[in-house]
Nanobody, 124 residues
Framework: QVQLVESGGGLVQTGGSLGLSCTASGVIFSNYVMGWFRQAPGKEREFVATITRRGLATSYADSVKGRFTISRDNAKSAVFLQMNSLTPEDTAVYFC?????????????????WGQGTQVTVSS
């Protein structure tokens, strides 16, 4: 049974930083492309970042490019999202997701497995 568990969310002030983690179980983690998505109140879930199986390729939403960094540690079955220079517009529930594949995937429909999400709130 595949399980993804996010952690690291919380409250931070504008301009601050936060690091999210997502740990996977029930899968051979290195076979999966991993992604981060977010959903703000009243809005649809949107792509944030993705990373290929060995971390050789990444892709970011324009809104987070240069501020967020996705990385992974296959030995720990974990993917990370380092978020810097946060603004209130980054406030959302952040989800990690997994899909068997080789490429970068930016559409939520591509992903097979999802975590429960972790809340990130950026105060002004």
């Amino acid at each position: 049974q595949v399980q993804l568990v996010e952690s690291g969310g919380g409250l931070v002030q504008t301009g601050g930083s936060l690091g999210l983690s997502c740990t996977a179980s029930g899968v051979i983690f290195s076979n999966y492309v991993m992604g981060w998505f977010r959903q703000a109140p009243g809005k649809e879930r949107e792509f944030v970042a993705t990373i290929t199986r060995r971390g050789l390729a990444t892709s970011y939403a324009d809104s987070v490019k240069g501020r967020f960094t996705i990385s992974r540690d296959n030995a720990k079955s974990a993917v990370f999202l380092q978020m810097n220079s946060l603004t209130p517009e980054d406030t959302a529930v952040y989800f990690c997701a997994a899909v068997l594949g080789r490429n970068v995937y930016t559409a939520s429909a591509n992903y097979d497995y999802w975590g429960q999400g972790t809340q990130v709130t950026v105060s002004s």
